[in-house]
């Protein structure tokens, strides 16, 4: 599997802004089966993504909306004087999908 970009960078965001960050990662079945994904992070409270799991065929692609939240004050003077102390994971599995495996 594809996964562009592969690795993403967030802007912080201004907890007076109370604005999500929007992000696009896209997906590509390089492989001549099908493939079930499903997604995964540190920080459910603060990521989602849409879809966060499905069936992928032979060539084919998706685009993954990954929505940040605003940090809470606390967590973005954290980051903003420590931008690499930030523990936040986003994992993407995948696995073989035979042909009655669905969502």
Known sequence: MIVEPLHLNLDL????????VHKIITLTN??????AFKIRT??????TTTPNSGILE???DIDI???????TPALH???TANPNDCPDKLLIRSALADA????
């Open 13 to 20: 965001v201004d907890p007076d802004a109370a604005q999500p």
């Open 65 to 71: 909306l990954l929505c940040a939240a605003p940090l």
């Open 58 to 60: 032979p060539g084919q």
């Open 100 to 103: 009655d495996t669905t969502e």
């Open 77 to 79: 003077a954290n980051y």
């Open 42 to 47: 540190t920080m459910k409270e603060r990521y």
């Open 30 to 35: 390089s492989y001549p089966h099908r493939l």
